[in-house]
């Protein structure tokens, strides 16, 4: 059971618009930074998102991302099929150390 | 651009000692401004972070996984090794190699995230 929660799957279409959610607490999403990773099947993670909002050069404005509070978000639009891949969230956690989300599956239907 | 490749036995015996190596291209763990970690994925499951070491010797582990982790660096060989001991099955999983970077942030505030991954080696725990 991870300390960052995401809903196991979301599904949109082609060029819709999809949103990822990651809740935390006081101890790790609201008083450090997040990051997001995308992992396509068979791959190894890839940054996404850090500093809460900021892309890595080569991620397209397609992604963006929010932290409010004790939670952030991923959004993806403009769907594309390439787009399917498992997300994850990460922070720091004053106990824990470095965490994870459990991962959200994206299909794009 | 770095690169990050790990390396070691796709099999361990239970009871027995994991030993897994990542070498570094494309940036030197001498040069510092980097944690170098050690992330695993079971199958078909999340991310679990190990731990990680600075080149001045400063390491932090997983609180699950402290007792049985050493993280290691080999400057000469540019190269980051991970040891965990007394696996069991549940010890298999991919294991990543990951370069992480900070900012200066508040007081209080950590601010990392991981910019380079390996492309991860699989470690089955049987006999």
């Known amino acids: 059971q991870s300390v960052l929660t995401q809903p196991p799957s979301v599904s949109a279409a082609p060029g819709q618009k999809v949103t990822i959610s990651c809740s935390g607490s006081?101890?790790?999403?609201?008083?450090?930074?997040v990051s997001w990773y995308q992992q396509l099947p068979g791959s190894a993670p890839k940054l996404l998102i850090y500093?809460?909002?900021e892309r890595p050069s080569g991620i397209p404005d397609r992604f963006s991302a929010s932290k409010s509070g004790t939670s952030a978000t991923l959004d993806i639009t403009g769907l594309q099929t390439g787009d399917e891949a498992d997300y994850y969230c990460?922070?720091?956690?004053?106990?824990?150390?470095?965490?994870f989300g459990g991962g959200t599956k994206l299909t794009v239907l | 651009q770095v690169q990050l490749q790990e390396s070691g036995p796709g099999l361990v015996k239970p009871s027995e000692a994991l030993s897994l190596t990542c070498s570094v291209a494309?940036?030197?763990?001498?040069?510092?401004?980097?944690?170098w970690n050690w992330i695993r994925q079971h199958p078909g499951r999340g991310l679990e972070w190990i731990g990680n070491?600075?080149?001045?010797?400063?390491?932090d582990y997983n609180p699950s996984l402290k007792s049985r982790v050493i993280i290691s660096l080999d400057t000469s060989q540019n190269q980051v090794s991970l040891r965990l001991s007394s696996v069991t099955a549940a010890d298999t999983a991919v294991y990543y190699c990951?370069?992480?970077?900070?900012?200066?942030?508040?007081?209080?505030?950590?601010?990392?995230?991981?910019?380079?991954w390996g492309q991860g080696t699989l470690v089955t725990v049987s006999s």
């Open positions: 990460g922070t720091w956690d004053n106990r824990l150390r470095t965490v």
């Open positions: 070491i600075y080149i001045d010797g400063r390491s």
């Open positions: 494309g940036d030197s763990i001498n040069r510092g401004g980097s944690f």
């Open positions: 006081s101890s790790n999403i609201e008083n450090n930074y």
């Open positions: 990951a370069r992480e970077k900070s900012r200066r942030a508040e007081a209080g505030t950590v601010r990392r995230w991981f910019d380079s």
């Open positions: 500093d809460n909002d």
